[in-house]
């Protein structure tokens, strides 16, 4: 995925414990979203950012908090992990452009809360 | 919010047949509805998109037709090969806030 990568690729935490996840861009898009990836339920926005220090919640944002400090790094946080926060976790960025909503997808990370 | 539905949510054809997967929404406002394939272990890639004031867009073995008024969209990949085997996704959007279907695994047989 050209221009955009998520560390971890996988990671097993407990509950309660806090995780941060991250997601690099190198192409100086201005939109940056996070998504879960669950069984059933396709693709669902938790944050989104729209510029630095600007983000936003989705439909499912309990649980999570977002920080973008820089254009190209967008942190996604769970500040107590639960059992029902083991997803795959997608990034995704668009650039701010009337001709082009599509977005480009990081390779996702395979959170397990154990 | 927008809810989009995707069908059907496995799909399994033979090599060189056709396959169809149907999506309807519910925002009449929602004016961009991508198309995305996801490979095992990779994110989802766009693979065709169309606008509201579009009723079908082609590239080679993929086309999508929109149909506005009863708001569903669908996708038809032609000439099925191996290697469209993946997960489908559609999705809706009024600008950037997209909503995604479920899902439709598509399996090709050799």
């Known amino acids: 995925d050209a221009g955009i990568t998520q560390s971890p690729r996988h990671k097993v935490t407990e509950t309660g414990t806090p995780v941060t996840l991250r997601c690099h861009q190198t192409e100086n898009h201005r939109y940056m979203y996070w998504y879960r990836q669950d069984p059933g339920h396709g693709l669902r926005l938790i944050h989104y950012?729209?510029?630095?220090?600007?983000?936003d919640k989705g439909e499912v944002s309990d649980g999570y908090s977002v920080s973008r400090s820089k254009t190209e790094d967008f942190l996604l946080t769970l500040e107590s992990a639960t059992s029902s926060q083991t997803s795959v976790y997608f990034c995704?960025?668009?650039?701010?452009?009337?001709?082009?909503?599509?977005?480009?997808f990081g390779s996702g990370t395979r959170l397990t809360v154990v | 919010g927008e809810n989009v539905e995707q069908h059907p949510s496995t799909l399994s054809v033979q090599e060189g047949d056709s396959a169809v997967i149907k999506c309807t929404y519910s925002?009449?406002?929602?004016?961009?509805f991508p198309w995305y394939k996801q490979e095992l272990g990779k994110g989802p890639q766009l693979i065709i998109d169309i606008r509201s004031n579009v009723g079908e867009k082609k590239d080679q073995r993929i086309a999508v037709t929109l149909n506005k008024t009863a708001k569903h969209f669908s996708l038809h990949i032609t000439e099925t090969q191996p290697e469209d085997s993946a997960v489908y996704f559609c999705a809706a959007s009024i600008r950037r806030d997209m909503r995604f279907g479920a899902g439709t695994r598509l399996t090709v047989k050799p």
């Open positions: 925002d009449s406002a929602s004016n961009y």
């Open positions: 995704a960025i668009n650039a701010d452009r009337s001709d082009n909503y599509g977005y480009t």
């Open positions: 950012s729209y510029g630095v220090k600007d983000t």
